[in-house]
């Protein structure tokens, strides 16, 4: 099983709307989560962090962290073509390194 | 946020060569990771660079083939030694800060062998 779980998507939405990202996290003992958008043939980018359960709002971004369900989520609110990347979830595990997930792959149609 | 300066950005290497990529951080960071992201697929960890010592390897990474050095807290360096095809991918020098927990990446060095 992996430590850090996305799904791969693509995950399509209209310009405008909610994109919902979700992870899921295996390490009961992990307490740092991130969130990283990757253009295509770029390095990822940190766009969140998010330690404590509930929401953390930045701009157009709001992480989601649930510790009792091991859940970690990103909505990007009025999303735009540009928001087109895959998404890359992470989390620093008990050895105190930070485990990335498979990363999912956001398209905005205009 | 940490600037971190990755080179070469790009190479095209024969097979049984060695490529030697360079990391340089603007400031002082707690540790140095190199990473390896092979087409459509999420991160690796190779090793963690540490300073004066040997780097930290992950399952499945020796230093034989990919030594690491880190002369002292901005610097880094992860040599690809006797390639083969098989290490086309794109190399990741990353670095965490010492006033939080964040992680922050190069631009990245693409790695094709023939």
């Known amino acids: 099983q992996k430590e850090v779980e996305q799904n791969s998507g693509p995950l399509s939405v209209p310009e405008g709307a909610i994109a919902s990202l979700n992870c899921t996290y295996s390490?009961?003992?992990?307490?740092?989560f991130f969130w990283y958008r990757q253009y295509s043939g770029k390095s990822p980018e940190l766009i969140m962090s998010i330690y404590s359960n509930g929401d953390k709002e930045d701009g157009r971004f709001t992480a989601q962290l649930n510790k009792a369900s091991q859940y970690v989520s990103l909505l990007i609110r009025d999303s735009q073509p540009s928001d087109s990347a895959t998404y890359l979830c992470a989390a620093f595990n008990a050895g105190n390194m930070l485990t990335f997930g498979g990363g999912t792959r956001l398209m905005v149609k205009p | 946020s940490a600037v971190i300066s990755q080179k070469p950005s790009r190479d095209i290497c024969q097979r049984g060569t060695s490529l030697t990529i360079q990391c340089q951080v603007d400031?002082?960071?707690?540790?140095m990771f190199w990473y390896r992201q092979q087409p459509g697929q999420s991160l690796t960890l190779i090793a963690t660079?540490?300073?004066?010592?040997?780097?930290?390897?992950e399952s499945g990474f020796v230093i034989d083939k990919f030594p690491i050095s880190r002369p002292n807290l901005t610097f880094s360096t992860l040599t690809v030694s006797n390639m083969s095809p098989e290490d086309s991918s794109i190399y990741l020098c990353?670095?965490?800060?010492?006033?939080?927990?964040?992680?922050?990446f190069g631009s990245g060095t693409q790695l094709s062998v023939l």
């Open positions: 400031s002082q960071v707690t540790m």
């Open positions: 990353s670095a965490r800060q010492y006033t939080n927990e964040k992680l922050f």
């Open positions: 390490d009961r003992g992990s307490q740092s």
């Open positions: 660079a540490n300073q004066g010592s040997e780097a930290t390897y």
